[in-house]
């Protein structure tokens, strides 16, 4: 074919200019981009957001084209597991439908909510520069419909190219900088009202200006309650973004705790010498319950990709870089170690046992743990990014496993050398726990914010829309503190989950876009 | 170091040569490299009147449209379009559109219908106007048109009937501007040249609206990057305003009154050019006709004229609009400042919202007028002098006869046919109609009173037979006997000129299957063969059905719809454009010679043509010797000759105004001794005070002014405010994109645009709260949309939304609310059933739509106003907002027919009947514009008797 030109082989850098001093609002580019890629109804690959700032006579409209930022550093590429999402040499970020696993990773990873998950084929879709046109030497789809020009695209690594000229000399701007991503789409002349995502109230009514806001459970841009901008800032139109990861996810968090936790408790209480090596509860309970709950953990896992059939490329095609290839590995891990805990039970071998306490032990906590690290490869959901989350997550594992352990543990098995029953043990661990839990929990929501996006996820979990969930947990949780002294322990893990829910729907309710 | 760019030079477009096999990646394979082969074919964008390039990608494949993308070649759109170009595709592939011919069985607008065929529908609509005619019942045929495909086409089949049949939707649209042009200039509409001005001053919101929102949004911007300063006047906060660097928002109707103020400014400061007045406006008339006792030199003039406009302060455009007179002399420093590079542009907008709105116009012009920014780079043109009609094979004589249904006596000045004001006087037993087309119309949504509407289309005794010509179903459709599915901008023959800068162009919509069926050497002797179902084309219709009305040529009609090649047969789309374009466009066949192809090939091929670039300013062209005959002279200077008229290859209709008693006709204007050009007025020169008005009863606005509105305070009472019901959303066009899922996506629907003042007012009204909108009429019940983009004390409701289909009925399920229709007694109400949701089809889009509220029809409680002079309807409502009643829910609309007909008759009430101001005997003067112009005899009032 003529025409063509590879991006693969080449110096150049592409970059987008959008001139928001040209825009005049009109959603050409978008419904040229629909045409040019088939996107269906009710999802966007580009849009144009609409902020009226300012009072009467002095109102003006700001409009933002708003869309995939080609980062030099873009998050979807490390977050994805299978490098479907991935990065040209001409800088380009484009995806492989044939790899996509359907995850969402992508979608949690990027900062501007530029990725979706098309609903006929449940691949990622975003932007991709039209590549395939690119590659042809033909413009964008939506550079070539704009009516004033007010779309560039250029090469960076060409000095006087009019769009890197443009980039160098003019002030233009890039959205959220301080995700460390180095978007090589550059806004000129765009207003703050915009840029920011909670700069402008949004709108009460569930209404635009000329349109519905979209389903009640979805990301809209614009802040509730107070925004950032001091400026009179309205939302005018935009479209809702659905949060990528829904109650699966909440729940997976949760079964995973109770996986990892049971083994940990037990595994902890062996070589404290709480538990017997010989103990029908280390032999058999422990195991089989914490495989029972791997194997819903990563049933959940499955059920949640848009692509469940290609599960298997996670293994097959890993990306390192992606936590949800290192979270994959480090659960077959510790399968790996349940699995040898059977066969050493069979074997009736104490010793076996023992040792795999102790090399299933940093599994386990990994196994718990690495959640914290899947969360925060979501860059731009402040939430996530606590550094109490891996404490956090391996507190709940413990208050998970001993109150995953306790109903299955029978009052006449005394721990050894302690002189009481493993039972209290537990009771006394799983208190400690939900004290451990609720203490970080207060810190988590207490301390100042370090972001307004933390800011209103945490108003969000706590006095906005998941708060039922929320303090459900924190006082089911409470209840736990008497384990000693009462049977608290069903209570507890549904306080936990009920918690799991609000944190991780919360993280996902600040509009990102 | 090297200075050049290494970077790989992207293209916009496949090059030309290439369009014929164009080899593209396809999207959805992507990153997997898999090649498409499309033929590319051009036509014109169908979903506004700016008709925009667009190129139909055909799959060579799968013989589909894969997509619409921009036409380089088109001058106008230059290769870029609006969102509602690429949304085209969306109309073709429309599950809910019309497939085949449908009749009505059961009573009218009672909902059933049966599949046709169209040979039976064509003879008895033929039948029935040949009946007609043979009865001398010519004035029973009406052709109710809104968005004219082709310049000239249907009106020319019109003519050949000899029926004066002609209606279309300008009286609801731009009559308001057009008068207002007309009396500065003759010529009835402006053609900004935005690209090359200084200041640009919109009356309206072109960054985002027709007329022609992609060209001139394209020139806009190009003019504000290089300086221009933009200058809008909007009640509300249009995208346009927000580009402004000064937006006005002033109280509905005060307009002039701001535009008074700078000319004032202009007048006072002596900044306006001097010697453009002197010599090209017809002053010398005005003194001799209103000063007479005065000296007729032009420093006189310049003192009346200052005086005139003495009490024209800012303060006092200021108490009048409510911006502040800081802002308003600022504005005026600007518009000082352009020198003749200041393009202006009303349009719709404040001119067809108002009682005297056309003063909008008028005195948006005056300031043309003012500073010499008239038909030069940079200003204001007359748009026929960027626009190209090319004479067609057949130019038939036009009707010796006067419809008074569209054309009533009370309204001689009027531009055009009081269309709105129709059941009203079908009503009074004015006439009644036996055919009835509509066609790309839908007046029962969208004029106002549309309930009117319906009570006239019920009744068989007043509307024989209803022709609802539509490629999908509207409101008005629910009402008509046969309801024939015409194609899409795509599927359809139209040749189109449109003002969009200084140039004359023409544009080809041609049926893209078509066109690519012949491309790849298939014969097509009849678009039906290549639409979907049994679409069809309205060219080759009105083809048709004229052979039938006189199968044997005796009624003199089908012989201009014969073939000049083979007379006595049939007339084709291919011969009639085929003809056109060798004959009537000049510079077309050696364009098309030199690329080895016939004209009609390359019109097939690239879809548009430039006639003329850089039109020079007509009207100071020195006029030729050989055009000068025996020649009179005017006491003013109007030179008249013998001279035959040179023949012009143009056919853009303009005024013909009066010749001198003699027989003479006007040729031109005697100015410093050299018999110049002109404008085509009476006086021949720009009229700041216009004969025509004054002759015809009008005289105390004969001059620019500011009459108050209807909705100025002093006429409103307690408790009203004004309604602006007139806006467009930027990615929707009236009645015609509901059928495009890209678009609704965007756009669903209409709230009432509410400042926080009034909401407060009305105890914390909120965004989404349900408010009740009390006109004159009735009422309807809308959510508010409070914002600070709208001034306080109006509220404003865009246009676009509400559309509703009865219960039962087919229709546009993405885009219309099911709805229950009722009357008792004079009163008739609407009740939303359902609202848009989400049902399988063809399209599995169509179970994804996620919005239910698809907006207000406010329309139908708005009584009528026809304007006195230019018989616009004036659109703004003067209103009672207040929260819903608790029986209230979103959509009811309610109205009472009794007052409607009360208004109506109060509106007429201000007319001055050309029975009474006639100076002539006339019903109109014949100089102004008119579609389908009849014979001057047509003129003469009938007697008394």
Redesign the interface.
């Known amino acids: 074919m003529p025409d063509i030109q590879p991006g693969s082989a080449s110096s150049t850098r592409w970059a987008k200019l959008l001139d928001h001093t040209r825009c005049i609002g009109c959603h050409a580019c978008s419904t040229a981009c629909k045409s040019e890629n088939e996107v269906p109804l009710g999802v966007h690959r580009t849009y144009v957001k609409q902020v009226d700032v300012g009072t009467f006579p002095h109102a003006r409209r700001a409009f933002q084209v708003t869309r995939c930022n080609q980062c030099e550093q873009p998050p979807c590429v490390d977050a994805c597991p299978t490098a479907a999402m991935h990065k040209r040499p001409d800088g380009i970020v484009d995806f492989d439908k044939s790899i996509c696993i359907g995850c969402k990773a992508c979608i949690a990873s990027c900062p501007y909510d530029a990725i979706f998950i098309n609903p006929y084929d449940g691949n990622a879709e975003k932007c991709n520069f039209c590549a395939h046109r690119i590659d042809q030497g033909m413009e964008p789809a939506c550079v070539v419909v704009c009516p004033t020009n007010a779309i560039h695209v250029g090469d960076l690594s060409d000095p006087v190219d009019p769009v890197t000229r443009s980039v160098h000399r003019d002030p233009v701007t890039v959205r959220r900088p301080e995700k460390d991503t180095r978007p090589k789409v550059y806004y000129k002349g765009a207003h703050q009202a915009t840029l920011d995502p909670l700069a402008a109230k949004r709108p009460e009514g569930g209404l635009f200006m000329w349109g519905e806001q979209g389903p009640v459970n979805s990301a809209l841009s614009g802040h509730p309650d107070t925004p950032n901008s001091s400026a009179a800032a309205v939302l005018a139109w935009d479209i809702p973004h659905r949060a990528p990861w829904d109650a699966r996810v909440s729940l997976y968090t949760w079964t995973k705790s109770l996986a990892a936790g049971i083994w940990l408790v037990a595994a902890m209480f062996v070589l404290f010498g709480a538990l017997a090596t010989d103990s029908s509860t280390w032999r058999w309970t422990v195991p089989v319950l914490s495989g029972v709950w791997l194997a819903a953990t990563g049933g959940l896992l499955i059920w949640d990709l848009k692509r469940p059939e290609r599960f298997w490329m996670i293994f097959a095609k890993p990306q390192w870089k992606s936590w949800l290839v290192r979270g994959a590995f480090i659960i077959a891990g510790f399968s790996a170690i349940l699995g040898l805990h059977v066969l050493a039970s069979l074997l009736q071998s104490n010793n076996m046992s023992r040792v795999l306490a102790w090399i299933g032990i940093p599994l386990a906590v990994m196994t718990a743990v690495y959640t914290a690290f899947l969360f925060a490869q979501a860059k731009a959901r402040d939430l996530w990014q606590s550094p109490l989350l891996p404490p956090l997550l391996l507190v709940q594992a413990v208050l998970a496993g001993s109150a995953g352990l306790l109903p299955f543990v029978s009052d006449a098995e005394i721990a050894q050398g302690a002189g009481v029953s493993v039972v209290t043990v537990l009771r006394w661990t799983l208190a400690a726990a939900c004290a451990a839990q609720l203490l970080l929990t207060v810190g988590e929501v207490t301390l100042t914010h370090s972001t307004a996006h933390a800011k209103l996820a945490t108003h969000e979990m706590v006095q906005g829309r998941f708060r039922m969930f929320f303090w459900a947990g924190v006082i089911l949780v409470g209840f736990g503190l008497f384990a000693p002294i009462a049977p608290v322990e069903y209570g507890a893990l549904l306080g936990l989950l009920a918690f799991e829910h609000a944190y991780v729907q919360a993280g996902q309710s600040v509009p990102l876009a | 170091m090297n ?12 090059p030309k040569d290439r369009w014929n096999d164009w ?6 394979s ?4 898999v ?1 498409r082969r499309y033929s590319l074919i051009p036509t014109g964008c169908f979903n506004c009147e700016s008709s925009c390039g667009l190129l139909a990608y055909i799959d060579k494949d799968t013989g589909l449209i894969r ?4 036409n380089p070649e088109h001058p106008g759109s230059r ?9 085209s ?1 969306n109309q073709v592939e429309d599950p809910d559109r019309i497939l085949f011919p449908l009749r009505r069985v059961g009573a009218r607008g009672a909902g059933e219908w049966q599949r046709t065929t169209w040979d039976e529908a064509l003879d008895e609509i033929a039948a029935r106007i040949r009946k007609a005619i043979q009865e001398e019942r010519r004035q029973e045929i009406m052709y109710h048109v809104g968005r004219p495909g082709e310049d000239g086409y249907t009106e020319r089949v019109l003519a050949a009937w000899g029926i004066d049949g002609h209606n279309s939707h300008t009286n609801i649209c731009s009559s308001g501007a057009r008068a207002g042009y007309a009396f500065w200039m003759g010529y009835d509409r402006p053609s900004p040249d935005h690209a090359n001005a200084k200041v640009i001053f919109l009356v309206s919101a072109h ?2 609206s027709g007329h022609y ?2 060209p001139h ?2 020139r806009i ?2 003019a504000k ?1 290089n300086g221009a300063k933009v200058i809008v006047l909007d009640v509300r ?1 249009s ?5 402004a660097d000064h ?3 002033p109280y509905p109707g005060s307009e002039p009154a701001i535009h008074l103020a700078i000319a004032r400014h202009l007048i006072h400061e002596k900044l306006y050019d001097r010697e453009f007045v002197r010599q090209w406006w017809n002053w010398s008339e005005y003194l001799a006709s209103e000063h007479p006792g005065e000296t007729r030199d032009f420093e006189t003039f310049e003192r009346i004229l200052a005086e005139l406009y003495d009490g024209c302060t800012f303060d006092w455009a200021s108490s009048e609009s409510g ?1 502040d007179a800081e802002t308003l002399r600022e504005v005026a420093d600007i518009v000082a400042s352009a020198g003749n590079q200041l393009s202006t542009h009303n349009w719709r907008s404040a001119s067809s919202g108002v009682s005297h709105g056309w003063q909008v116009a008028r005195t948006l012009f005056f300031l043309n007028a003012l500073m010499g920014a008239i038909g030069v780079p940079g200003g204001t043109y007359p748009n026929s002098w960027n626009k190209f009609v090319a004479a067609p094979i057949h130019r038939p004589p036009h009707p010796d006869h006067w419809n008074e249904l569209t054309w009533p006596q009370e309204f001689p000045l009027s531009f055009h046919e009081l269309s709105f004001l129709l059941p009203h006087l079908v009503g009074e037993e004015r006439g009644c109609i036996d055919t009835y087309f509509t066609r790309v119309y839908n007046p029962v949504w969208t004029n106002p009173d549309g309930f009117s509407w319906i009570d006239m289309l019920r009744d068989e005794k007043r509307i024989g037979c209803h022709v609802a010509l539509t490629p999908t179903w509207n409101e008005t459709a629910y009402f008509a006997d046969f309801v024939l599915p015409m194609g899409l901008g795509n599927e359809r023959h139209d040749i189109y000129s449109y003002e969009t800068h200084d140039a004359q162009w023409i544009g080809f919509r041609q049926p893209v299957m078509r066109a690519y069926a012949e491309r790849e050497g298939r014969k097509v002797s009849d678009t039906r063969e290549v639409n979907p179902g049994e679409v069809w084309e309205e060219n080759e219709f009105w083809i048709e059905l004229s052979w039938r009305i006189d199968p044997d040529g005796s009624m003199g009609i089908r012989k201009w719809f014969e073939s000049k090649k083979e007379p006595g047969t049939k007339l084709t789309v291919d011969e009639y454009y085929g003809w056109m374009f060798e004959n009537s466009v000049p510079g077309l066949p050696e364009r098309a010679a030199s690329e080895g192809l016939t004209p009609l090939e390359f019109m097939r091929r690239y879809g548009a043509f430039e006639v003329e670039r850089k039109v020079s300013t007509v009207y100071a062209e020195t006029v030729q010797a050989s055009e000068l005959d025996d020649v009179a002279e005017g006491p003013h200077g109007r030179v008249y000759t013998r001279a035959e008229k040179p023949h012009g290859a143009n056919i853009v209709p303009l005024p013909s105004p009066p010749g001198d008693a003699a027989g003479r006709r006007p040729v031109g204007i005697r100015v410093d001794g050299e018999v110049k050009r002109g404008f085509p007025t009476p006086s021949g020169k720009l009229e700041f005070w216009s004969p025509i008005l004054a002759e015809w009863g009008w005289g105390e606005m004969a001059i620019p002014g500011y009459p108050r509105s209807h909705v100025h305070p002093d006429n409103l009472e307690p408790g009203q405010i004004p309604l602006i019901p007139t806006f467009r ?3 929707q066009i009236h009645t015609r994109s509901a059928n495009s ?3 609704d ?7 009432l ?1 509410i ?1 926080p003042r009034e909401a407060r007012a009305l105890g914390d009204l ?4 349900l408010v009740r909108v009390e006109t004159e009429i009735g009422h309807f019940v809308v ?10 004390g109006v509220v404003a409701c ?1 246009h676009h ?1 509400g559309r509703w289909k009865l219960e039962g009925q087919d229709g546009q399920r993405q885009l219309m609310a099911t709805v229950e229709l009722t009357s008792e007694g004079s009163r008739m109400r609407l009740r939303r059933l359902q609202g848009a949701h989400p049902w399988r089809s063809s399209d ?2 169509t179970e ?6 698809v907006g207000v029809h406010q329309n139908l409680t708005f009584p009528v106003h026809p304007d006195p002079i230019s018989g616009m309807h004036c659109w703004h409502q003067a209103v009672r907002v207040t929260r819903a009643k608790p029986d209230d829910h979103y959509g009811d609309i309610s109205v009472d027919l009794v007052k409607s007909k009360a208004v109506f008759e109060k509106w007429l009430g201000d007319c001055r009947s050309a029975r009474s101001v006639s100076p002539d005997g006339t019903r109109r003067p014949y100089t102004l514009l008119r579609p389908l112009k009849p014979t001057p005899a047509a003129y003469r009032l009938p007697d008394r008797s």
């Open positions: 200075q050049g760019s290494k970077s790989k030079r992207l293209r916009s477009y496949p080899r593209e990646l396809d999207s959805k992507w990153p997997e490299r090649e997509k619409f993308e921009g290769g870029r379009n609006c969102a509602k170009g690429p949304a595709k960054l985002e929102f992609n949004a394209q911007i190009e990057q906060l995208n346009t305003a927000t580009h937006w006005l928002s911006v959303l930027p990615v899922k890209w678009l996506e965007i756009a669903h629907t209409n709230p645009w400042h909120r965004t989404g709260d959510r508010a949309w409070v914002t600070e983009g709208i001034r306080p865009s939304m599995p889009d994804r739509v996620f919005w239910s509220d």
